[in-house]
């Protein structure tokens, strides 16, 4: 039952709500009425949060199960599919979204699929519309930081702009809720990566907790207030 109330929230529970889904919309601007694409929704947490914002969302996931679990979740205004990120640029038509977003997903990328992805997203932006990239911060894994939202399984070999590491998730109870292999990427790989893709970059900003987000699940908290767990990078679609 625990497990269930994680994939179908809808207020932040997990580290990555706190200090990148919720984060998002800031840089967004008003939503009403916008277009909005939701790369990589996993349980569908972004989306139902920005539908609530007043934006019109597709979104789209590789996997059957939490695709699933999506929908299983209110998805009024909402339209979901299955599709592979790498290919993005097929499911949707060229320069049809205002905004792009794909949250706490460059993680399954090693470095050569990471830029074709991005350049596959970037594909599917308005001329003066966003893409935004929530990742994953280097400096966590390198710096071996410690919190209890989650534990490094794996520690880093050499200082390589991308690592493959494993790692395991924790929920608000304290309880591992999912473990993986994946793919941190540094920031300068991922302002790389955007950058090729055509875009322009407005921001890039480390992530750390606010005082409010502090209050919530007090026991989770480990070294995010000193050393970054994730960063944000804004950028914009200029006509050449």
Avoid at 91 to 106: G, P, R, T
Avoid at 205 to 224: A, M
């Amino acid at each position: 039952m625990k497990r269930k109330k994680i994939w179908h929230r809808l207020e932040p529970m997990l580290q990555a709500d706190f200090l990148v889904r919720d984060r998002i919309p800031n840089y967004l601007g008003n939503l009403v009425g916008k277009r909005l694409l939701d790369a990589g929704c996993g349980d569908g947490y972004f989306s139902r949060l920005a539908v609530k914002k007043g934006a019109m969302v597709e979104a789209f996931d590789i996997s059957d199960a939490m695709l699933k679990v999506a929908k299983q979740s209110d998805s009024t205004g909402i339209n979901y599919q299955k599709g592979n990120m790498l290919e993005a640029d097929n499911l949707f038509e060229a320069s049809s979204f205002d905004a792009v977003i794909a949250s706490c997903v460059m993680c399954a990328f090693d470095e050569f699929d990471l830029y074709k992805s991005i350049s596959s997203l970037s594909k599917l932006v308005k001329e003066e519309g966003q893409l935004i990239i929530g990742s994953n911060h280097m400096d966590s894994y390198l710096m071996q930081a410690e919190s209890g939202w989650m534990k490094f399984i794996t520690k880093p070999i050499d200082d390589s702009l991308t690592q493959k590491l494993g790692v395991e998730f924790i929920d608000q109870f304290g309880r591992v809720f999912f473990r993986e292999e994946c793919y941190y990427h540094s920031p300068e790989r991922l302002v790389d990566a955007v950058e090729n893709s055509g875009m322009v970059v407005l921001n890039v900003e480390p992530q750390y907790p606010s005082k409010n987000d502090l209050t919530h699940f007090p026991k989770r908290w480990g070294d995010e207030s000193k050393i970054p767990y994730h960063i944000i990078i804004n950028a914009i679609k200029r006509s050449e």
